[in-house]
């Protein structure tokens, strides 16, 4: 039985005015020598499309959803699988991302909340099979639980490190049986809200320590998906360890855990964090380790995670443009983490979120597309770095130049040339790719 009164989304052009097609994104059509649909690995995200019932800090939920109706929390959460399978294949989405707590309910004890987990991807898997669709990620919710009060790998408890230890072993082994492409280590609770009480060097070793034993066992029981880990500056806790893309490399080179890990970046996470979205994304690419996005953006009055839906052109126009310079994401994607507001609590406008945000990211591809092949700001950049390419510039980046050299060839020298850096020029460039695919 049909549980959303939503025909299939089709791609209806630009011009078109149906609220339930795309105006962009279509898939079949070759963009850099690639279809869309493999440049935008698209992932739905189970906790807020499935879970997420409107409830803030001031109210309860607003959001009455067909599966509410089932008591019995195993049957529940069936419908929801139900109503994912269903979502992902009319919205033409492939893969969806989630937490173990997210699809089935807790026990009274971890070996009980297994078992119904287990029954729950027995479930799951029959139902992806039948329907094409793919894990991009699993990961472990250890931040809703009060056990976790403290945080978990960082926990001053020991049995909660062991718990945390246990429940993310689980699953690490639900994402390996399901064909996981990857394996999400969000920070939680791994943070602090005081130092008075916090011994920040041991927490940080723990976390260490926390992720080389999750390493060994993914290479034990073969797991083969990427391990990825995402930054975020704060929220829940005041500061959050895995702070951006430069602390957790940082991190991750002093622990010799680098090879093991690449970085999943989240729009808002990096707004939080003071970044733009592609600066992130630049840092992370740079150094090797981009691997995958979690789309969503902020308000810019706003200084909270309010994981909004992206429909910021101009963001995902950048952020393209890093992704394409990137290779693509693969094994990674595009995972909306992203809820719809409050008040938008009609089932229709679950749809037209996800539309929003294929639509954007569909738009950003073409322009960052456009921009890559004209190859303006390519020869921009390179002209201005370009006194690197001859004299001394040369000698510098071959190492062969010193203190003492570079002080004999510029000491005497009376005027020192700059050019405009022409900030205003890219950005109209940037400007027109947009304007020219609207
Ligand atoms: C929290 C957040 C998480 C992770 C997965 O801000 O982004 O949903 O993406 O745990
Ligand atoms: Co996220």
Same mark, same amino acid.
């Given at each position: 039985?049909?549980i959303?009164?939503?025909?299939?989304?089709?791609y209806?052009?630009?011009?078109?005015?149906?609220?339930?097609?795309?105006?962009?994104?279509n898939?079949?059509?070759?963009?850099?020598?690639?279809?869309?649909?493999e440049?935008l690995?698209?992932?739905?995200a189970?906790w807020?499309?499935? /879970?997420a019932?409107g409830?803030?800090?001031?109210?309860?939920?607003?959001?009455?959803?067909?599966?509410?109706?089932?008591t019995?929390?195993?049957?529940?959460a069936?419908?929801k699988i139900?109503?994912?399978?269903?979502?992902t294949?009319?919205?033409?989405?492939?893969?969806?991302?989630f937490?173990d707590?997210d699809?089935a309910p807790?026990?009274?004890?971890l070996?009980e909340?297994?078992? /119904?987990l287990?029954?729950i991807?027995?479930?799951?898997?029959?139902? $992806?099979?039948?329907?094409?669709?793919k894990?991009?990620?699993?990961?472990a919710n250890?931040?809703? /639980?009060?056990?976790?009060?403290?945080?978990?790998?960082?926990?001053?408890?020991a049995?909660v490190?062991?718990?945390a *230890?246990?429940?993310?072993?689980?699953?690490?082994?639900?994402?390996?049986?399901?064909?996981?492409e990857n394996?999400?280590?969000?920070?939680?609770?791994e943070?602090?809200?005081?130092?008075?009480?916090?011994?920040?060097?041991?927490?940080?070793?723990?976390?260490a320590?926390?992720?080389?034993?999750?390493?060994?066992?993914?290479?034990?029981?073969?797991f083969?998906?990427q391990?990825l880990?995402?930054?975020?500056? $704060?929220?829940?806790?005041k500061?959050?360890?895995?702070?951006?893309?430069?602390?957790?490399?940082?991190?991750?080179?002093k622990?010799?855990?680098?090879?093991?890990f690449?970085?999943n970046?989240?729009? /808002?996470?990096?707004?939080?964090?003071?970044?733009?979205?592609?600066?992130e994304?630049?840092?992370?690419?740079?150094?090797?380790?981009?691997?995958?996005?979690d789309?969503?953006?902020?308000?810019?009055f706003?200084?909270?995670?309010?994981?909004?839906?992206p429909?910021?052109?101009?963001?995902?126009?950048? *952020? $393209?443009?890093?992704i394409?310079?990137n290779?693509?994401?693969t094994?990674g994607?595009?995972?909306f983490?992203a809820?719809?507001?409050?008040?938008?609590f009609?089932?229709?406008d679950?749809?037209?979120?996800?539309?929003a945000?294929?639509?954007?990211?569909a738009?950003?591809?073409? *322009?960052a597309?456009?921009l890559?092949?004209e190859?303006?700001?390519?020869?921009f950049?390179?002209?201005?770095?370009?006194?690197y390419?001859?004299?001394?510039g040369?000698?510098i980046?071959?190492?062969? *130049?010193?203190?003492?050299?570079?002080?004999?060839?510029i000491?005497?020298?009376?005027?020192?040339?700059?050019?405009?850096?022409?900030?205003e020029?890219?950005?109209t460039?940037?400007?027109?790719?947009i304007?020219?695919?609207l």
């Amino acid at each position: 039985m049909e549980i959303f009164n939503v025909k299939k989304i089709e791609y209806s052009g630009k011009d078109s005015r149906d609220l339930l097609s795309f105006k962009y994104y279509n898939p079949e059509e070759i963009i850099l020598g690639k279809k869309m649909s493999e440049h935008l690995r698209f992932s739905v995200a189970f906790w807020h499309t499935f /879970n997420a019932d409107g409830t803030d800090m001031f109210g309860v939920g607003t959001m009455l959803r067909p599966w509410d109706k089932y008591t019995d929390p195993i049957d529940k959460a069936k419908k929801k699988i139900d109503a994912l399978i269903e979502f992902t294949e009319k919205l033409g989405v492939e893969y969806f991302c989630f937490h173990d707590r997210d699809i089935a309910p807790e026990g009274r004890t971890l070996r009980e909340t297994n078992r /119904n987990l287990d029954i729950i991807v027995d479930y799951l898997k029959q139902r $992806m099979k039948e329907s094409n669709l793919k894990l991009l990620w699993g990961t472990a919710n250890l931040f809703a /639980n009060p056990r976790f009060v403290h945080g978990a790998a960082t926990s001053c408890n020991a049995d909660v490190f062991a718990y945390a *230890a246990a429940q993310v072993k689980k699953a690490i082994e639900i994402t390996k049986e399901l064909g996981g492409e990857n394996y999400v280590f969000w920070g939680g609770r791994e943070g602090y809200e005081t130092l008075l009480n916090t011994d920040m060097e041991l927490e940080l070793d723990n976390l260490a320590r926390f992720l080389s034993m999750a390493v060994d066992y993914a290479e034990k029981i073969g797991f083969k998906g990427q391990f990825l880990i995402e930054p975020k500056p $704060m929220e829940p806790t005041k500061h959050q360890y895995d702070f951006d893309s430069a602390h957790v490399l940082a991190f991750l080179r002093k622990y010799g855990l680098e090879r093991h890990f690449k970085l999943n970046i989240e729009a /808002n996470h990096a707004t939080l964090a003071g970044h733009t979205f592609n600066h992130e994304l630049r840092y992370a690419r740079i150094n090797g380790v981009l691997g995958s996005i979690d789309a969503n953006q902020g308000d810019l009055f706003l200084g909270w995670d309010t994981d909004q839906f992206p429909t910021d052109m101009y963001s995902t126009t950048l *952020a $393209m443009y890093e992704i394409l310079k990137n290779g693509g994401l693969t094994p990674g994607g595009i995972n909306f983490d992203a809820k719809v507001r409050r008040a938008s609590f009609e089932l229709e406008d679950l749809f037209i979120a996800h539309i929003a945000g294929i639509d954007t990211f569909a738009l950003g591809l073409k *322009a960052a597309a456009k921009l890559i092949e004209e190859g303006i700001i390519d020869k921009f950049v390179e002209e201005r770095y370009s006194s690197y390419k001859e004299g001394i510039g040369k000698k510098i980046l071959e190492g062969k *130049a010193n203190f003492e050299e570079l002080e004999e060839y510029i000491i005497d020298k009376e005027e020192i040339t700059n050019k405009s850096g022409k900030q205003e020029y890219l950005e109209t460039i940037v400007n027109q790719a947009i304007i020219s695919i609207l």
